[in-house]
Structure formats: structure tokens, C-alpha cells
Nanobody, 119 residues
Framework: QVQLEESGGGLVQAGGSLRLSCAAS????????VGWFRRAPGKERESVAT???????????DYAESVKGRFTISRDNTGNTVYLQMNSLKLEDTAVYYC?????????WGQGTQVTVSS
């Protein structure tokens, strides 16, 4: 069993930065791909970025092409912590951010961390 916990959310002004962390327990986590997702109020959950088990490759959803230049996903060398560095935050980035993990499907999800960007 894998358990995930997000942290690092908060309230920031537009143009500011936050670094989200996804900490995991479970020996199999290091073999999983990990994705960051977000859900804004009244909207569907959307993918932000994905990173492979070895951290070599990262992927961004088509809709998130503009995010690619502002957000960076990374993984530490233990394989048990994944980060989302968010720079130049915009009002539309306000959402609950989740990390998820799995091999073929995202079967494990964290509780989410709130990111609020103010004007």
C-alpha cells in the first residue's frame, strides 16, 4: 500500500512562487510514475505534469503548455519525494493540487493541498 501526502500550498500574490511536495510511504512508490493534478472550484480535475520513476522524463498535458514554462516537476534521488515548483503564479492557478501515483493507472492519491493566488 502507498500513502501520499501533499504539502507546500498556501496563499500567494500573483507573480509569486510556491514549491509543492508529495511525500510517499510504501516501498513500491519509487517504481511508480507520479503526476500532479489540480481541480479548480466548479471545474474538472486536470493533469498538470507527470514524471517517470527514474525522474529522467517529464510530460505536460497539451492544455498545460503555458504551464511548462512556469512549473517544473522533479523527483529526489530517493524516489519518495516529488516536487512541483511553481513560478510566476497567476490567478487561474488557484486550485486544490493533488499528487497521484501508479504504474499503469493512477491508483493512489493524496488528500490535496490548496493553492490560492491573489491579485
Amino acid at each position: 500500500q502507498v500513502q501520499l501526502e501533499e504539502s507546500g500550498g498556501g496563499l500567494v500574490q500573483a507573480g509569486g512562487s510556491l514549491r509543492l511536495s508529495c511525500a510517499a510511504s510504501g516501498h513500491t512508490f519509487s517504481t511508480y510514475s507520479v503526476g500532479w493534478f489540480r481541480r479548480a472550484p466548479g471545474k474538472e480535475r486536470e493533469s498538470v505534469a507527470t514524471i517517470t520513476p527514474n525522474g529522467r522524463y517529464v510530460y505536460y498535458a497539451d492544455y498545460a503548455e503555458s504551464v511548462k514554462g512556469r512549473f517544473t516537476i522533479s523527483r529526489d534521488n530517493t524516489g519518495n519525494t516529488v516536487y512541483l515548483q511553481m513560478n510566476s503564479l497567476k490567478l487561474e492557478d488557484t486550485a486544490v493540487y493533488y499528487c497521484a501515483a501508479g504504474q499503469t493507472d493512477y491508483t493512489y492519491w493524496g488528500q490535496g493541498t490548496q493553492v490560492t493566488v491573489s491579485s
